[in-house]
C-alpha cells in the first residue's frame, strides 16, 4: 500500500511564506509525476504546480513567480516554497502523485490536504 502524508500547513500572515511537504511511502517502484492541488471553500479544486520524474515544472498563472514546486527522488518527497502569500492562497493544499508500485501497475494517490490559511 503507498500513503502520501503531506505537512508544513498553518496560519501565516499577508506577505509571509510557507513550505509544504509531502512524503511517499510504501510499496514504491517509482513515483512519476507529483502535483500540488488546492481547494478553497465554496470551490472546486484546482492544481497548483507539476512536476515531472526528470524535474521538469508547469504552475498555474496564480502563483507563478510566488511558488516553486521541487522534489527529492532519494526521499520520495515533492514541497511547495509559497511565498508573497495573500489571503485568496488560503486553501485546504493536497499533494498527487502517479505511483508504480510494479512494472506496468502505476495509479494514482493523493494525501489527506494540510490547511493554509493566510490572514492578519
Known amino acids: 500500500q503507498v500513503q502520501l502524508v503531506e505537512s508544513g500547513g498553518g496560519l501565516v500572515q499577508p506577505g509571509g511564506s510557507l513550505r509544504l511537504s509531502c512524503a511517499a511511502s510504501?510499496?514504491?517502484?517509482?513515483?512519476?509525476?507529483m502535483l500540488w492541488y488546492r481547494q478553497a471553500p465554496g470551490k472546486q479544486r484546482e492544481l497548483v504546480a507539476v512536476?515531472?520524474?526528470?524535474?521538469?515544472?508547469n504552475y498555474a498563472d496564480s502563483v507563478k513567480g510566488r511558488f516553486t514546486i521541487s522534489r527529492d527522488n532519494a526521499k520520495n518527497t515533492v514541497y511547495l516554497q509559497m511565498n508573497s502569500l495573500t489571503p485568496e492562497d488560503t486553501a485546504v493544499y493536497y499533494c498527487?502523485?502517479?505511483?508504480?508500485?510494479?512494472?506496468?501497475?502505476?495509479?494514482?494517490?493523493w494525501g489527506q490536504g494540510t490547511q493554509v490559511t493566510v490572514s492578519s
Open positions: 510504501g510499496s514504491i517502484l517509482r513515483v512519476n509525476s
Open positions: 498527487n502523485a502517479g505511483v508504480t508500485v510494479r512494472a506496468g501497475s502505476t495509479r494514482t494517490y
Open positions: 512536476i515531472t520524474s526528470i524535474g521538469s515544472t
